[in-house]
């Protein structure tokens, strides 16, 4: 009997141990950063795969064209090229026996009536915390290979929930989208 007894006060102790460490856990954390650029192509050079490009300060730049660019003979001089670039850092509390690295990446082609497409590149490590400074604001977390490394943190209330030895899942993010459009209309 005394065993039972034991056993409901434990299971009642763990949950709300569990509850309690859940309420408390850090949010998961994301910053990120857009930035955007619209270009007129100048000039093609199709032999030689180049294209100019003329930025909205008048600047120009010439750029080879891989062979990934299928559809380099659909572009045509005064089409507006937009590149989309987006960074992104998400911190997050590490799950139980998660990996300590993953990566993945994809690319996709526009299928519209110019050519276009866009690439994301994402990956994932798991890091242990191994100090807090609150008054820098700072963390120092040791990778999975041993590699110290401090960081600064942007606002100190993101350190808030955290403590040493925590696993951290850090996911950096990379996305680029380029979309053409024909010349406009005069």
Do not use: H
Not at 119 to 135: C, Q, S, W
């Amino acid at each position: 009997m005394k065993t039972w007894k034991t056993s409901i006060a434990l299971a009642a102790f763990l949950a709300a141990t569990l509850s309690v460490s859940a309420a408390d856990a850090p949010k998961p954390q994301t910053v990120s950063e857009t930035q955007s650029l619209t270009a007129t192509i100048t000039a093609l050079n199709p032999a030689t795969r180049e294209i100019t490009f003329k930025g909205p300060k008048g600047n120009s730049v010439t750029l080879v064209a891989t062979d990934e660019v299928k559809r380099f003979s659909d572009l045509k001089v005064g089409d507006q090229v937009t590149v989309t670039y987006t960074e992104s850092i998400a911190v997050r509390l590490a799950k139980p026996g998660e990996a300590a690295a993953s990566a993945s990446a994809d690319a996709s082609r526009s299928t519209g009536p110019k050519p276009g497409g866009a690439a994301k590149a994402e990956a994932t490590v798991v890091v242990t915390l191994e100090n807090i400074d609150p008054t820098v604001p700072s963390v120092t977390f040791k990778s999975a290979s041993g590699d110290l490394r401090t960081v600064r943190v942007r606002d100190p209330k993101n350190l808030v929930g955290y403590k040493l030895g925590d696993k951290v899942a850090i996911t950096y993010t990379e996305s680029v989208a380029i979309d053409v459009a024909a010349a406009p209309k005069k």
